[in-house]
Structures are given as C-alpha cells and as structure tokens.
C-alpha cells in the first residue's frame, strides 16, 4: 500500500472504530489480567487508540500512559471522561524509547503489534519495551494465531455486516513469504459513497514472538488461549503471552 504509514489505519478508521468495535471488546478479564500484573504501575500501552483498554485501568486506579501514531484516535480518547489527563506520547510504538517514568507493565491489545510492518522494527519494539520496564517487569501481547489456510491464492474476501441498509466486506491479499496481509474495510450505506478503510498487517508465530523477547532479555513467564487464562491449544485462534524482565 503505496503511502501507508504508522498513522494510517487510526487516521481513517478513528470516526468509526468505537462503533465496530467498543461494545463487543468489552472484556473484564483482559482489565483483570493487566491490572494484576500492572500492580502499583505505572503501565504503558502500546496503540492506546480510543483509549477502551487504558481507560477502563485508570478508573481501576492503574496509572497509565500511552503511545499512538494517530491524533486522531487520541483525539477520541481526550473527548472521553477521565482522558484529558493521561500522559500520552504521539509517535510510532516501534519508536519505544527509555523515559523518565519506569514501569511495571507494557501491553498491547487487539493484534495491534502486528501493526509495524517490519520484522527488524518488531525486533527494535521489544528491545525498548525491555529497556523502559522495571526489573521484574512485564511486557504483555495479545494477538492471533496465523491461519494462512484463510486464504485461497493469496487472498480472501468477506461479510462483516449486512443489513438493511449497509453492507460492510473486508477484502484482503496476503503475502506468505513476507508474513503480511493488506487490505480493506469495504463499507457500502444507502445512499452514501463507498468508503475503505485500509489496513495493513506483518503477523508472527508465537515462536518468532518469543525469540524477539529473548533477543531483548526477556523470559516468557505465561500464555494463554484469550484472557481467561485457558491453556493454548493447536485451535486457539489467539494467543495472550507474558514475557518478564528479569529482575
């Protein structure tokens, strides 16, 4: 995607990502988990967004801070009760640099590390998640499991949403070799244009996962199939991973 950046996919999508997404991503044992191994915090999260996850810990009494590439999702998050406050830096979270703060917990949600396109900046994000934990620290990724029998010849297209009004597809191509999936939310409403709505992915194997932790000196410490705590299965299509900084 000729011209897709860091900031891209919150840019487009911030309007309506709340609606797709807010009431069905409402999830007490994500918060209960990450607000466990947050402790006294302070916590960092990565894509912070709309801020649906990093909000719900502050009211937990979790202090929480933020990067997002896109203003216009944190935007969204400022408008929210309890977001005009929080630290948030703008910025690519590939960019994760050794701050004044230290912390006890870094997370990212939703597949969104999958977001940075390039294997070596992946490599580069665990690294400064290392660098800004405290010892005994965690750094904390929820993302899918990759399922490239999803795709036949390198692409796929399907239904999100039909009703009487709108139709809403996601058409995909997918790179075997790259690791990447692109594509769109395709969104056709009575009597409105089509609008697209672009992302862009570079998926890992737990495996791969783990060997950029180890990379960084990190030690995975847990995984689980979703935040519940099931044990990972050869059918989970997602994985919750923990790594530790050791202390």
């Keep these: 995607m000729e011209g897709y950046g860091p900031a891209t996919y919150g840019d487009t999508i911030a309007d309506v990502y709340d609606d797709w997404y807010d009431a069905r991503m409402q999830r007490p044992a994500e918060q209960a988990l990450l607000a ?47 977001g ?61 499991v990759p399922d490239v029998t999803r795709f036949d ?13 709108t139709v809403h597809m996601e058409a995909n191509m997918h790179d075997l070799l790259a690791q990447r ?10 009597g409105l244009p089509t609008a697209f709505f672009p992302v862009h992915l570079r998926y890992a194997y737990p495996a791969e996962l783990d060997l950029m932790a180890r990379l960084a000196g990190l030690e995975l410490e847990a995984r689980y199939d979703g935040w519940e705590r099931a044990p990972l299965t050869d059918l989970s299509p997602s994985v919750v991973s923990v790594w530790r900084k050791p202390a």
């Design 84 to 144: 005009a406050d929080m630290p948030i830096a703008i910025g690519d979270m590939a960019d994760v640099a050794s701050p004044a703060t230290a912390y006890t917990l870094v997370y990212v949600v939703f597949n969104t590390f999958f977001a940075i396109l390039e294997q070596h900046d992946q490599v580069r994000a665990f690294a400064g998640v290392a660098d800004v934990l405290v010892p005994g620290g965690r750094f904390v990724t929820e993302t899918f």
């Design 153 to 165: 010849r390198g692409q796929r297209t399907s239904t999100a949403q039909i009703d009487a009004s």
């Design 181 to 190: 999936v692109w594509g769109h939310h395709i969104v056709m409403r009575d």
């Design 36 to 82: 466990e191994l947050a402790g006294a915090g302070p916590a960092l999260e990565l894509g912070v967004g709309t801020g649906r996850v990093a909000l719900a810990l502050r009211a937990a009494g979790v202090d929480v801070h933020g990067i997002d590439a896109s203003e216009a999702m944190v935007a969204r998050l400022r408008a929210k009760p309890g």
